[in-house]
T-cell receptor, first 112, second 113 residues
Framework: NAGVTQTPKFRVLKTGQSMTLLCAQDMNHEYMYWYRQDPGMGLRLIHYSVGEGTTAKGEVPDGYNVSRLKKQNFLLGLESAAPSQTSVYFC???????????FGSGTQLSVL | SQQGEEDPQALSIQEGENATMNCSYKTSINNLQWYRQNSGRGLVHLILIRSNEREKHSGRLRVTLDTSKKSSSLLITASRAADTASYFCATVETTSGTYKYIFGTGTRLKVLA
């Protein structure tokens, strides 16, 4: 099993550009999450999904959109990137609510 | 938003010594989890302790939970250089039927060989 796979691992964008981060899990997990990690801030939840076709806002959803068209995939989109979105993005999944999270290796995004 | 707070922020010890990290939180929880993050990598789950448990062990890890003080501690015994990493606590809180994971800012542990 690969677990949780994120692509790409690194990306540099110019302000105003758009991009999509892909998260794929092969553990048949219902729950998937997108977090961002900034120095001194811990992990903050952007959006999450409790099953195929569902999404919900987390703590810091502004400027991001998500889709969960297939159970194994959770996409995070930035429509118009801003320097404040420079961060490390992590995808995670869990079998059920409140259980342990499995994390991907992260995407380092720089917005210039 | 509310966050777990780890203490200390950074810890440097010699190989073979024990390392203790603490986590405090503010609300009622379903469970509390500890994760490790090596530099440049994703978080890896270490241990989960439920609100009705007081202590849990896993290999060289010992976690305690005191819900009256809203605090938890992670003890790593006989530390190794490979334990060098950041350690995060995450509280799982229930709000209106939904579950939220609240991560702290982490403790950076350095184990010197």
């Amino acid at each position: 099993n690969a677990g949780v796979t994120q692509t790409p691992k690194f990306r540099v964008l110019k302000t105003g550009q758009s991009m999509t981060l892909l998260c794929a899990q092969d553990m048949n997990h219902e729950y998937m999450y997108w977090y961002r990690q900034d120095p001194g801030m811990g992990l903050r939840l952007i959006h999450y999904s409790v099953g195929e076709g569902t999404t919900a806002k987390g703590e810091v959803p502004d400027g991001y959109n998500v889709s969960r068209l297939k159970k194994q995939n959770f996409l995070l989109g930035l429509e118009s990137a801003a320097p404040s979105q420079t961060s490390v993005y992590f995808c995670a999944s869990s079998y059920s609510r409140a259980e342990k999270l499995f994390f991907g290796s992260g995407t380092q995004l720089s917005v210039l | 938003s509310q966050q777990g707070e780890e203490d200390p922020q950074a810890l440097s010890i010699q190989e073979g010594e024990n390392a203790t990290m603490n986590c405090s939180y503010k609300t009622s929880i379903n469970n509390l989890q500890w994760y490790r993050q090596n530099s440049g990598r994703g978080l890896v789950h270490l241990i989960l302790i439920r609100s009705n448990e007081r202590e849990k062990h896993s290999g060289r890890l010992r976690v305690t939970l005191d819900t009256s003080k809203k605090s938890s501690s992670l003890l790593i015994t006989a530390s190794r250089a490979a334990d060098t990493a950041s350690y995060f606590c995450a509280t799982v809180e229930t709000t209106s039927g939904t579950y939220k994971y609240i991560f702290g800012t982490g403790t950076r542990l350095k184990v010197l060989a």
